[in-house]
């Protein structure tokens, strides 16, 4: 009985490959036409066993496709449930900003778009950076400032384009308050 067992383990634990190859045989020996095993003398033991070779060739085939729909039903449960984990993560992030960094984040919705150039000094802006709520878009600048186009991340912006009220009762501050005048 423990041997019997075992075989079975074995047998359950094919990978992909093989079932494939397992189903293709029996399937490809359940069709073969009965003058090619006539000619071969193997038509009394064909008919003998086709039944058997059909029932594990359909076993095979439909172990390979429900496997297949496991496997696939299994990453896109982990791919959902890592996007939602993903999703409450930013919500932490954008919810508890301070009132200048509303601020800062109320010139894209006020001006309409996603790109804004800030001076890369800018500790709220930066703070925004490392947040990972906006992107510095270049490492190039205006060589007359010290400004640098910052886009707001495609998640944020359609948050804060959903939920305007985060953001209500804030106005836009000076994009340029570390500006220096030579």
Wanted: with cysteine; net charge neutral.
């Amino acid at each position: 009985m423990l041997d019997f067992l075992k075989h079975l383990k074995e047998i359950l634990s094919l990978n992909y490959r093989s079932l494939f190859i397992l189903s293709g045989i029996c399937l490809m020996v359940a069709f073969l036409p009965t003058s090619f095993l006539e000619a071969i003398g193997m038509l009394n033991l064909w008919l003998q066993y086709r039944p058997w070779v059909m029932a594990f060739g359909i076993l095979f085939t439909a172990w390979l496709v429900l496997g297949g729909l496991f496997d696939i039903i299994g990453l896109n449960k982990n791919k959902i449930s890592d996007w939602m984990e993903l999703r409450k993560t930013q919500e932490k992030l954008l919810l508890p900003t301070s009132r200048v960094e509303k601020e800062a984040l109320s010139h894209y919705l006020t001006e309409d778009t996603t790109t804004i150039a800030f001076d890369y000094r800018d500790g709220v802006v930066n703070g925004l950076i490392a947040k990972g709520i906006l992107y510095r878009a270049s490492q190039a600048s205006n060589p007359m400032s010290f400004n640098f186009d910052v886009n707001i991340q495609t998640w944020a912006w359609d948050y804060l384009q959903k939920h305007p009220e985060i953001l209500k009762g804030i106005k836009p501050g000076d994009a340029g308050r570390h500006q220096i005048s030579f």
